[in-house]
């Protein structure tokens, strides 16, 4: 793939302080995350459909995700009539009436039904399927190296199917400039979006057999120009060159009297056609053109303004009462933008419930993200709250690499907090089996208003690939009181279809606890007051952090650490296996839950399919194969506890924790564990454990970490580690320390990160001990995170 084009920058890239955030929270706030975290910590996993461009729709290597987005998109536009108003016609534009249509001749091939399905799961109260179209193309044409297409937001979902007219590879000029012209655009502007819109993908030879002969070309799949999987000006250089490969151009097209694209661009003797024959140029016509396309919308639509990404932004913020009513607990992200300039430390100053002066609250690196312009860290804390005074607002202090201190409060109001009501997760729960769903809030005791739980329930339809949405409520029954809340209850049962999917708001008066997900409660609810694996959690990604204790095993211990569980659901455990090569090892689903994950509830999402497998402690894979050069590793290289339970691991770093049918389990030798003591500028905590997996760190206040070795009998397959990078000695693969980076001198982040690099940079910094972690999203071919010292040798998760 090529790199992306540098020339056409989001709005404010370069000078983002020129421009204010939206104040938080935003109706587009889910938009937003799904348009600029695309990778990483918090990723929604929605464009890693169509990262990288070469990405295979449905696990076929005949067929691109990016092309299939940028076609949904034009199919679902090109039946608009502007004149609807004067001709009592339907309106239409981009509606996702589309889903109501594939049974339309019109619409022919796979690519409709597995793209609405895609967006059916990312489908909420705060997302349509509408303008998820919208944020499908502008998502895939700039992965495939194309221009940034700015998205606004406010799309209606149509209700029903629209009227017919997507253009057909057998129309006449005159037919197509009339369609077009319908939509909106002239004859040079049809020309500019038929160019645009086939500068990736191709044409299938079983959809169009009168347009490309089966057998001829590589899986069936006929491409527009000699740069498949790139967003570029080939489509119009090698046209007027005499050089196209096109089969909308040439070839049996001719015959068949279906060569649209020559049609089109011949529309005025390829005069428009020549003013796009330069990147800079085809860049900058598309980026303007895609954008006009997909706001084509009914005029009982207003779109709001281009979404950009937010410089600082909250996550997961929950409040949640604690044991005796006497104190909450206040958790969640601050996601800082570091596009522009590193981030040292992230605090927040609070106000109380009267608006008084409270404490600061210190943060840690949870974790970072790329998008397709941008970089973002995540600083995650937990505080502990009198439930009196409790809490109204914040602000927040960056402190940046230069030293360099900003102070956000949200455009003047501060970030405010509700502590009117709130769930309680611990004490909530969703039992998969039953479908059962308790949902218990603590309500202050002064609330007038009994709370109500008020669901968004999604509901499959058998011939339309996107859900149905309905909403209801259920009235909530008081039970004991805590200090000054009074706790409430309901319970309903969900479908199968909604265990994973079914977000809920608890609501009383005017306060509510919001955009709350059924796959952030675990199976059990404990009772108040008593510990569980559990925790609050929203949509978005908390901190990851996870303790644990070690101790030595015995014949039937009880269960302290965490273990690999040998079946899961009728699932048997295969491995720790990486990641294909350059493919997902499973890639016929993907769930992302950053907050409550379990193996449990990955084994739910994926039921019917071969193989399932957790990564990165929060990502859940499904398909029906492993993809190429996905190998086993050692069971060791598996080390990231779930969030959802303590006592479960959940993968690594492009590390899969796989389970599949039980003949398909591949033996593996058993690790030994061996802590190694290391002596560093700070106090380090020898930790010895015997198990078949490496326990995590944990970290004093003082900066201590827990050290071990793992060697493995088994032949190591894939990347080797080097014993020694220059002067430096290898010690081994090491978590994070608890709350804070297990190193925390400097720190560097780029695409060509090696070794060496790294070495080198750690070296001109006066560094002892250096490390690298999670490669980089999108380039990284190794990956196992290591420590390098001048001293010893050690070995981390």
């Known amino acids: 793939m090529k790199g992306l084009l540098a020339t056409i920058v989001w709005l404010g890239l370069c000078l983002p302080s020129?421009?204010?955030?939206?104040?938080?929270?935003?109706?587009?706030?889910?938009?937003?995350?799904?348009?600029?975290?695309?990778?990483?910590?918090?990723?929604?996993?929605?464009?890693?459909?169509?990262?990288?461009?070469?990405?295979?729709?449905?696990?076929?290597?005949?067929?691109?995700?990016?092309?299939?987005?940028?076609?949904?998109?034009?199919?679902?536009?090109?039946?608009?009539?502007?004149?609807?108003?004067?001709?009592?016609?339907?309106?239409?534009?981009?509606?996702?009436?589309?889903?109501?249509?594939?049974?339309?001749?019109?619409?022919?091939?796979?690519?409709?039904?597995?793209?609405?399905?895609?967006?059916?799961?990312?489908?909420?109260?705060?997302?349509?399927?509408?303008?998820?179209?919208?944020?499908?193309?502008?998502l895939a044409t700039r992965s495939c190296g194309g221009p940034v297409v700015p998205m606004k937001t406010g799309r209606i979902d149509a209700t029903a199917a629209g009227p017919i007219g997507v253009p057909q590879p057998q129309n006449s000029l005159f037919i197509f400039e009339n369609q077009f012209l319908r939509m909106g655009f002239n004859t040079s502007e049809m020309i500019y979006l038929v160019a645009c819109g086939h500068s990736v993908g191709g044409v299938h030879a079983g959809n169009f057999p009168t347009i490309v002969t089966a057998g001829t070309f590589a899986n069936d799949y006929a491409p527009f120009d000699d740069t498949l999987d790139v967003f570029d000006d080939h489509i119009a250089t090698q046209y007027l060159g005499g050089t196209?490969?096109?089969?909308?151009?040439?070839?049996?097209?001719?015959?068949?009297?279906?060569?649209?694209?020559?049609?089109?661009?011949?529309?005025?003797?390829?005069?428009?056609?020549?003013?796009?024959?330069?990147?800079?140029?085809?860049?900058?016509?598309?980026?303007?053109?895609?954008?006009?396309?997909?706001?084509?919308?009914?005029?009982?639509?207003?779109?709001?303004?281009?979404?950009?990404?937010?410089?600082?932004?909250?996550?997961?913020?929950?409040?949640?009462?604690?044991?005796?009513?006497?104190?909450?607990?206040?958790?969640?992200?601050?996601?800082?933008?570091?596009?522009?300039?590193?981030?040292?430390?992230?605090?927040?100053?609070?106000?109380?419930?009267?608006?008084?002066?409270?404490?600061?609250?210190?943060?840690?690196?949870?974790?970072?993200?790329?998008?397709?312009?941008?970089?973002?860290?995540?600083?995650?804390?937990?505080?502990?709250l009198d439930s009196t005074t409790s809490i109204s607002s914040f602000t927040i202090q960056v402190t940046y690499t230069t030293g360099a201190v900003t102070t956000y409060d949200n455009n003047g109001v501060g970030y405010l907090v509700q502590d009117s009501v709130m769930l309680l997760a611990p004490q909530s729960c969703l039992d998969a089996a039953t479908g059962n769903m308790t949902v218990v809030a603590a309500v202050r005791s002064t609330s007038a208003t009994a709370p109500s739980l008020n669901l968004a329930l999604k509901t499959a339809r058998s011939a339309v690939p996107a859900p149905a949405l309905a909403s209801t409520s259920l009235a909530m029954t008081a039970g004991s009181t805590a200090g000054p809340y009074t706790l409430y209850s309901t319970s309903t049962t969900l479908t199968s279809y909604q265990l994973t999917n079914t977000q809920f708001n608890v609501t009383a008066g005017t306060a509510i606890d919001m955009f709350k997900t059924s796959s952030g409660l675990g199976t059990t609810c404990s009772p108040f007051g008593s510990s569980s694996s559990s925790s609050s959690t929203t949509s978005h990604a908390s901190t990851s952090s996870v303790t644990s204790s070690t101790s030595t095993t015995s014949s039937q211990p009880t269960q302290t650490t965490p273990a690999i569980k040998p079946t899961i659901s009728g699932y048997t455990y295969l491995g720790c296996y990486t990641e294909g090569t350059n493919v997902r090892?499973?890639?016929?689903?993907?769930?992302?839950?950053?907050?409550?994950?379990?193996?449990?509830?990955?084994?739910?999402?994926?039921?019917?399919?071969?193989?399932?497998?957790?990564?990165?402690?929060?990502?859940?894979?499904?398909?029906?194969?492993?993809?190429?050069?996905?190998?086993?590793?050692?069971?060791?290289?598996?080390?990231?506890?779930?969030?959802?339970?303590?006592?479960?691991?959940?993968?690594?770093?492009?590390?899969?924790?796989?389970?599949?049918?039980?003949?398909?389990?591949?033996?593996?030798?058993?690790?030994?564990?061996?802590?190694?003591?290391?002596?560093?500028?700070?106090?380090?905590?020898?930790?010895?454990?015997?198990?078949?997996?490496?326990?995590?760190?944990?970290?004093?206040?003082?900066?201590?970490?827990?050290?071990?070795?793992?060697?493995?009998?088994?032949?190591?397959?894939?990347?080797?580690?080097?014993?020694?990078?220059?002067?430096?000695?290898?010690?081994?693969?090491?978590?994070?320390?608890?709350?804070?980076?297990?190193?925390?001198?400097?720190?560097?982040?780029?695409?060509?990160m090696t070794l060496e690099s790294c070495a080198s940079n750690c070296t001109s910094v006066s560094a002892t001990l250096f490390g690298t972690e999670y490669g980089r999203e999108l380039t990284a071919t190794w990956y196992v995170e290591a420590i390098h010292t001048n001293t010893a040798v050690l070995q981390i998760d």
């Open 244 to 384: 196209t490969v096109d089969p909308l151009a040439q070839g049996p097209c001719v015959a068949s009297t279906r060569c649209s694209d020559k049609t089109t661009f011949g529309g005025d003797n390829n005069a428009t056609l020549a003013t796009i024959n330069t990147p800079t140029t085809f860049n900058s016509i598309c980026g303007t053109m895609l954008q006009r396309m997909i706001e084509v919308v009914p005029p009982t639509v207003s779109l709001g303004s281009a979404l950009a990404p937010y410089t600082v932004k909250p996550y997961s913020l929950q409040l949640t009462l604690l044991a005796g009513g006497t104190s909450i607990s206040f958790t969640g992200n601050i996601r800082v933008r570091t596009t522009n300039g590193a981030v040292s430390g992230v605090k927040l100053t609070y106000l109380d419930r009267t608006g008084a002066a409270g404490d600061t609250i210190t943060t840690t690196l949870a974790g970072t993200a790329s998008g397709l312009d941008d970089t973002f860290s995540f600083y995650g804390f937990s505080a502990t």
């Open 18 to 138: 020129t421009f204010a955030d939206p104040t938080w929270p935003a109706s587009t706030d889910e938009l937003e995350d799904f348009m600029f975290v695309t990778t990483g910590f918090g990723a929604s996993g929605l464009a890693s459909k169509v990262i990288p461009c070469s990405n295979p729709a449905d696990g076929d290597p005949g067929r691109r995700t990016s092309a299939e987005w940028i076609r949904v998109a034009f199919h679902d536009m090109s039946t608009a009539n502007i004149y609807a108003a004067t001709t009592g016609s339907v309106y239409g534009g981009i509606d996702a009436s589309l889903m109501y249509e594939l049974n339309s001749g019109e619409n022919i091939g796979a690519g409709f039904n597995t793209t609405l399905t895609t967006y059916g799961q990312f489908f909420s109260t705060r997302t349509s399927v509408a303008d998820l179209i919208a944020l499908g193309l502008s």
């Open 585 to 752: 090892a499973l890639n016929s689903a993907a769930y992302y839950d950053y907050n409550t994950m379990t193996l449990e509830e990955c084994a739910a999402d994926c039921v019917g399919y071969t193989y399932w497998g957790v990564e990165y402690g929060g990502e859940c894979y499904c398909g029906d194969s492993l993809g190429a050069g996905s190998v086993i590793a050692p069971a060791g290289d598996c080390s990231f506890i779930c969030p959802g339970n303590n006592l479960e691991y959940c993968g690594a770093g492009n590390r899969l924790e796989l389970y599949g049918p039980a003949s398909s389990s591949s033996s593996s030798s058993t690790q030994s564990i061996t802590s190694i003591s290391v002596s560093t500028s700070k106090s380090s905590t020898l930790v010895t454990s015997t198990s078949t997996k490496p326990s995590t760190s944990t970290t004093s206040t003082s900066g201590s970490s827990t050290i071990s070795s793992t060697s493995a009998s088994a032949t190591p397959t894939g990347p080797s580690q080097p014993a020694n990078i220059g002067n430096w000695t290898f010690v081994g693969c090491q978590t994070e320390a608890t709350n804070s980076r297990a190193l925390t001198l400097a720190s560097f982040a780029y695409d060509s």
